[in-house]
């Protein structure tokens, strides 16, 4: 039903910056909170940001200070702006978002988009 894809992925260098936009294809008023989630080869996925409906965000301590997390309800759509990336920041990016009234599942992933963070 409610599809998530994500886009604005690349190869950037240490201290560069990079935006993450996560569109989705139904209401963005279907969920209570949206994220993005990474993927290191070789680790679990892990939260990088979060926010609400109504605004609250939340931080990694490893990405706090460096990225902001955005929500245009106008657009359905969701960004991730990153800056001073680091090589640590190198993985796949998902968007995530909880549905407010749960369907099949309790929430919904997009297919990733991959950051690479050269040094």
């Known amino acids: 039903q409610v599809q998530l894809v994500e886009s604005g992925g690349g190869l950037v260098q240490a201290g560069g910056s990079l935006r993450l936009s996560c569109a989705v294809s139904?209401?963005?008023?279907?969920?209570?909170?949206m994220g993005w989630y990474r993927q290191a080869p070789g680790k679990q996925r892990e939260l990088v940001a979060a926010?609400?409906?109504?605004?609250?965000?939340k931080y990694a301590d490893s990405v706090e200070g460096r990225f902001t997390i955005s929500r245009d309800n106008a657009k359905n759509a969701v960004y991730l702006q990153m800056n001073t990336l680091k090589p640590e920041d190198t993985g796949v990016y998902y968007c995530?978002?909880?549905?407010?009234?749960?369907?099949?599942?309790?929430?919904?992933w997009g297919q990733g988009t991959l950051v690479t963070v050269s040094s």
């Open positions: 926010i609400t409906s109504g605004g609250i965000t």
């Open positions: 139904g209401s963005i008023f279907s969920f209570h909170a």
């Open positions: 995530n978002g909880k549905f407010v009234v749960p369907d099949r599942y309790p929430e919904v």
